[in-house]
């Protein structure tokens, strides 16, 4: 079992920047691919981000590229997902996911593979 805690979310102008943080305590950090999805109202979650249990490979979705970037910490069993250029688009809650993997090089963007799950944090990007 794990259990993820988000943070960092907020209200931010366009073109401005957040990070988002996710705290992960329970089994070794090092076993789980990590990722980030999203959902706006009224939309199905959508991914954001991902990243690999250990060689830190990563994929986004093609809307945030260039603009996001994933990255894990081991030291402190945390992910973080840097969001620069915020658009309004990107207003959404923000989940964090973690899913035991026996590969150090895969990451995963389907939701459906996720075996753990955060809260959430709320994003609002205002025009």
């Known amino acids: 079992q794990v259990q993820l805690l988000e943070s960092g979310g907020g209200l931010v102008q366009a073109g401005g920047s957040l990070r988002l943080s996710c705290a992960a305590s329970?089994?070794?950090?090092?076993?789980?691919?990590m990722g980030w999805f999203r959902q706006a109202p009224g939309k199905e979650r959508e991914f954001v981000a991902a990243i690999s249990r250990s060689t830190g490979r990563t994929g986004y979705v093609d809307s945030v590229k260039g603009r996001f970037t994933i990255s894990r910490d081991s030291a402190m069993n945390t992910v973080y997902l840097q969001m620069d250029s915020l658009k309004p688009e990107d207003t959404a809650v923000y989940y964090c996911?973690?899913?035991?993997?026996?590969?150090?090089?895969?990451?995963?963007?389907?939701?459906?593979?996720?075996?753990?799950w955060g809260q959430g944090t709320q994003v609002t990007v205002s025009s």
């Open positions: 996911a973690a899913k035991v993997s026996s590969s150090g090089t895969v990451y995963y963007y389907s939701s459906d593979r996720y075996d753990y």
């Open positions: 329970g089994r070794p950090f090092s076993t789980y691919a």
